[in-house]
């Protein structure tokens, strides 16, 4: 058996998630930068995201972020635009659920952006009556049964 000669094992690696109950500095846009809202993620450090400039963009998160903020559809993020690549973007931040609220009181983000959704269905609405999937019977139908 090999001896330990390490600082210790998995659990210590994980540390203690004490970063959520301090409260952050709002980070508004600068040249260069947009708000998006996470479409999808795509596996190796990527996700679709829609722009609210209207572009869809291959956004890819970046080292510091990967594997310590969890990042999932619906979420809102402020990506860094690239100058050479415009279909492609990097993940800067991930706004907190109460800090997208406030983008959206502040007039950053646009009005019919849907911030509280765990799949982002994009910034168009859904029909009504969609989700009705069972039939009603009668008494008479069943006692035929």
Do not use: S
């Amino acid at each position: 058996m090999p001896k330990n000669k390490g600082k210790g094992g998995k659990n210590r690696k994980r540390g203690k998630n004490e970063a959520d109950d301090e409260k952050r500095e709002l980070v508004f846009k600068e040249d260069g930068q947009e708000y998006a809202q996470v479409l999808r993620m795509l596996g190796n450090g990527r996700c679709e995201a829609t722009c609210i400039d209207g572009n869809k963009r291959l956004c890819h998160i970046r080292g510091k972020m990967h594997k310590k903020v969890w990042i999932a559809a619906g979420d809102i993020i402020l990506v860094g635009l690239r100058d050479y690549q415009d279909d492609k973007a990097d993940v800067i931040l991930k706004y907190m659920p109460d800090e997208a609220r406030l983008l959206k009181a502040y007039g950053e983000l646009p009005e019919n952006t849907r911030l509280n959704e765990g799949i982002a269905g994009g910034l168009e609405e859904e029909d009504d009556g969609a989700g009705d999937n069972y039939v009603e019977f009668e008494d008479e139908d069943i006692d035929k049964i």
